[in-house]
């Protein structure tokens, strides 16, 4: 389940769970730069579905920056909390 006040803060639902199925599109591409390899594919399938490039191009960001160790500077406290969580001695 979201939590309730991420919703009431503004976040995007739709952005994040359409990101969250698709952000392993670059796996069999590259799986050490999938969030990277991913994204043209992941625009041609959005694109396809109707998205409209507003919403490809945040939905893209999520993919691009969901790796917790490299990446792109996360935009929002939300993204860059989830890499400052991680352990560091994995």
Same mark, same amino acid.
Do not use: C
């Given at each position: 389940?979201?939590?309730?006040?991420?919703?009431?803060?503004?976040?995007?639902? !739709?952005?994040?769970?359409?990101?969250?199925? %698709?952000?392993? #599109?670059?796996?069999? /591409?590259?799986?050490?730069?999938? *969030?990277?390899?991913?994204?043209?594919?992941?625009?041609?399938?959005?694109? !396809?579905?109707?998205?409209?490039?507003?919403? %490809?191009?945040? #939905?893209?960001?999520? /993919?691009?920056?969901?790796?917790? *160790?490299?990446?792109?500077?996360?935009?929002?406290?939300?993204?860059?909390?989830?890499?400052?969580?991680?352990?560091?001695?994995?």
């Amino acid at each position: 389940m979201v939590p309730e006040d991420w919703v009431k803060k503004g976040s995007d639902m !739709e952005i994040l769970l359409t990101a969250a199925l %698709i952000h392993d #599109i670059g796996l069999p /591409i590259d799986p050490k730069k999938h *969030y990277e390899a991913g994204l043209p594919k992941a625009r041609v399938f959005l694109s !396809e579905l109707g998205f409209k490039e507003d919403e %490809i191009k945040r #939905i893209l960001h999520v /993919i691009e920056a969901h790796s917790r *160790y490299v990446g792109p500077e996360p935009r929002t406290w939300r993204q860059r909390s989830s890499r400052m969580s991680m352990p560091l001695n994995m």
